[in-house]
């Protein structure tokens, strides 16, 4: 953004407090303060401050205090149906998502052979239709911005510029001072009294780290890099993958890890005032309960607040730690992230060809920002609360984005400790009892998922194993019993299914196969042994069998999954199932279908083709 870096910015967005009613004056006491003001923070704030507001009480204040002097570029673009669902339920409707953010369809995965290039594995999924909730490809400045905004009007007060100092905070069960540098106060400080204080300050763990060390898991880590890209190609039937839709979050999977392939909007370089200005009037539509076809299209809102929008796909790969790189990459590029991106995209020919329709996309986010990289990507936090405060989101842990577990799955500690948080500050005897509570919750969750991201690596050693790893996560994942009931829910029992949902990593058929098949592929990052391989294939038909005998598991697996029937038996002549996005015919983008909606969200455009077309 345009101000991301200017004191100004935190001024501007610092006053949308006082613009939505709650005042200016600096703050002295706060019921709650919450430390860094990305996605958790305001996932966490807005569920607390709607689970706190009854009529018989005063609504407790709480203050969100974030460093930077507005939202910045973060990683982390897709969502799936739990994120979807929050929104949803605490008030954001689709109609407004859509404006702002990419239309998004399920994931699709393809399994490559650097020695056999004709040799592929696929699996494809819908996500969830569009008359249930949206899934999005979202850049995360723009959605941490609308959040932003939204708790304001909540009655948050969220604050940039106003950075925490961990060292001169004194924290107490009930009772902690919180000492914050506001940047544009010329040094001066401020010391808040609060009773809970949330740690949501990401990987870099301010309150956790020192109360313990980050825990590494034995065996390989993962490390990503990435860059950003403009599709030059004329149609995407020239991409080199079976069936491949860029409304998919895909995923093109190698025996050394996995690519993503998200094609998202881009608002950046736009001025933060009109992003600010469209963002509040789109917020304005949906309090109104304003109809989808009524909303301005997305080139409409660009035109009307002067702003920047374009189309770009993220592009990057999350490779194993233990991949044997070259000697001397230098030929690759300038710098370790782009050296290693093209070595890994050389050795596969499918790669190399998505690539040629790809031009990369340099400083998008500003300077130095055309490459991105990140290493040992796996971590756990062993302690998540202490006297006073808890951590939620990244501080309390991460895997791999594999899935996208760092919103949709770790959203469930920010839910939770949000859920918890009333007991906490109206029972004053039973704090203690409430944070043990929340560890307990915490304990064992990075694990499973961990386990998971393992699973999955291994299974990536050949193109057969690869598609049972995603077959698993959605038959334990998405058919059982508390996702089925996800379209039932409102805000008064969203969190029981949020807090519960864990991709089915930790149902015990899942961790019992899961453990089965490690210790089968378990091995270096090359193809796996054929033998191995058929006894992988055979134990998880049988596997799969037994869990859908149980009766725990259901759904309409023919409609939600190309390439398998009902019964999860796997036809490779298969290619149907529900159709739930079709092609603009103006604009050409993609649009998820929904029978009330004719008009393009992207360009306006009426479209005929409105319907779910349901798999038969």
Not at 76 to 103: D, N, Q
Request: a positive charge; aromatic letters at 10%.
């Amino acid at each position: 953004m345009a101000l991301s870096s200017s004191p100004s910015s935190s001024k501007f967005l610092n006053a949308q407090n006082q613009n939505a009613g709650y005042g200016h004056h600096p703050v002295s006491q706060s019921d709650i303060v919450v430390v860094g003001g990305g996605i958790h923070s305001l996932i966490y704030s807005i569920h607390a401050i709607k689970r706190l507001t009854t009529s018989s009480a005063p609504t407790p204040s709480i203050t969100v205090f974030e460093k930077n002097h507005s939202p910045g570029y973060k990683i982390g673009e897709s969502t799936l149906t739990t994120f979807g669902l929050w929104m949803k339920t605490v008030g954001i409707g689709s109609a407004l998502l859509w404006r702002l953010f990419g239309p998004k369809d399920g994931l699709a995965f393809y399994y490559l052979n650097a020695d056999e290039p004709d040799d592929i594995g696929t699996f494809s999924a819908n996500g969830p239709s569009g008359d249930f909730v949206p899934t999005l490809q979202i850049e995360r400045t723009v959605s941490e911005l609308l959040l932003t905004l939204y708790a304001q009007r909540l009655g948050i007060k969220v604050l940039h510029g106003h950075s925490v100092d961990v060292d001169a905070t004194a924290a107490s069960l009930g009772q902690c001072q919180v000492n914050v540098k506001v940047a544009d106060t010329h040094g001066r400080n401020l010391s808040v009294d609060t009773k809970l204080l949330v740690d949501a300050t990401g990987r870099f763990r301010r309150f956790a780290s020192k109360a313990s060390r980050t825990r590494r898991f034995p065996g390989f880590n993962t490390d990503s890099f990435w860059g950003y890209f403009e599709f030059s190609g004329r149609d995407e039937k020239n991409i080199p993958f079976p069936c491949y839709e860029s409304c998919n979050t895909n995923h093109i999977c190698l025996p050394e890890g996995w690519a993503w392939v998200i094609r998202l909007p881009s608002w950046e370089g736009s001025p933060l005032p009109n992003l600010v200005n469209m963002i509040n009037f789109l917020l304005d539509l949906n309090g109104k309960d304003t109809q989808p076809d009524d909303y301005p299209s997305t080139t409409k809102l660009a035109q009307m607040f002067q702003l920047k929008f374009r189309w770009v796909v993220s592009i990057g790969y999350a490779l194993r730690s233990d991949v044997v790189y070259p000697p001397n990459l230098e030929k690759y590029g300038s710098c370790e992230a782009e050296r290693k991106f093209w070595w890994i995209t050389s050795r596969y020919e499918r790669m190399r060809n998505l690539m040629s329709q790809h031009k990369l996309v340099t400083e998008l986010y500003g300077p130095k920002t055309t490459w991105h990289i990140r290493k040992t990507l796996t971590y756990d936090s062993p302690v998540v609360t202490g006297p006073g405060w808890a951590a939620i989101g990244d501080a309390a842990g991460f895997t791999n984005p594999l899935y996208s577990p760092g919103i949709n799955c770790n959203m469930a500690t920010s839910v939770y400790l949000a859920e918890i948080t009333p007991r906490y500050l109206l029972e004053t005897r039973k704090r203690e009892a409430v944070m043990d509570e929340y560890a307990r919750f915490c304990r064992g969750r990075v694990g499973n998922l961990h386990r998971m991201n393992v699973f999955n690596y291994l299974m990536m050693r050949s193109r057969r194993t690869g598609p049972l790893g995603p077959l698993w996560q959605y038959l334990c994942g998405t058919g059982n019993q508390e996702w089925q009931a996800m379209r039932g829910c409102t805000f008064e029992n969203v969190a029981k299914a949020i807090i519960a949902w864990e991709w089915g990593a930790d149902r015990p058929e899942y961790i019992a196969f899961a453990d089965e098949a490690i210790e089968l592929m378990r091995g270096p990052p090359c193809q796996a042994d054929p033998d191995v391989v058929e006894t992988v294939v055979a134990l998880s038909a049988a596997r799969i069998k037994d869990a859908v005998a149980t009766g725990k598991y259901k759904s309409r697996w023919a409609g939600l999954l190309r390439w398998y029937d009902d019964e999860l038996v796997r036809r490779d002549d298969k290619t149907g199932r529900d159709v739930l996005a079709r092609r603009c015919a103006g604009c050409g983008n993609w649009r998820i279908l929904r029978d009330d909606i004719v008009r393009c969200a992207t360009c306006g455009v009426v479209n005929e083709q409105t319907a779910i077309v349901r798999y038969n």
